[in-house]
């Protein structure tokens, strides 16, 4: 499957990881928006949060619970932002599931 995200996922394309087990990777996006910004993705391949079902949601479920841990290890002690951008209007470019994880200065709101 032609996905970068797979390639990143199976080591073919590679990455700065940041943390990683069997079920889910995360790295550093290669073009930060903040001076953390890390991708959490799925091993498995989901298309969007779109396509979660019950069957392979549980997997959301780890990464979350997984962020909290590699937040502190990044040192945002402070708060930070988790983002999911979701198919075209939700300005998503990469049809491989991933939550961004954002901090280390402070976020506005709305997003644009
Ligand atoms: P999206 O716009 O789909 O929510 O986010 C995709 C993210 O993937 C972008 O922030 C982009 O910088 C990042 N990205 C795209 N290709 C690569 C890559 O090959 N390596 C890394 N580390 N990040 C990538
Ligand atoms: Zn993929």
């Not at 079920?23 to 969007?48: C, E, G, W, Y």
């Not at 951008?85 to 976020?107: I, P």
Request: hydrophobic share 40%; glycine share 8%; with cysteine.
């Amino acid at each position: 499957m032609d996905c970068i995200f797979c390639k990143i996922a199976n080591g073919t394309i590679p990455s700065t990881k940041v943390y990683e087990d069997d079920l889910m990777l995360a790295f550093r996006d290669l073009d930060p928006q903040a001076p953390v910004h890390v991708l959490m993705i799925p091993k498995t391949h989901i298309a969007s949060a779109d396509a979660l079902t019950e069957e392979n949601a549980s997997v959301v479920a780890h990464i979350f619970a997984m962020a909290s841990k590699i937040a502190a290890a990044e040192g945002l002690h402070n708060g930070y932002r988790i983002v999911n951008n979701c198919g075209e209007d939700g300005g998503q470019t990469v049809q491989h599931l991933h939550f961004h994880l954002l901090g280390g200065r402070s976020m506005k709101w709305p997003p644009g």
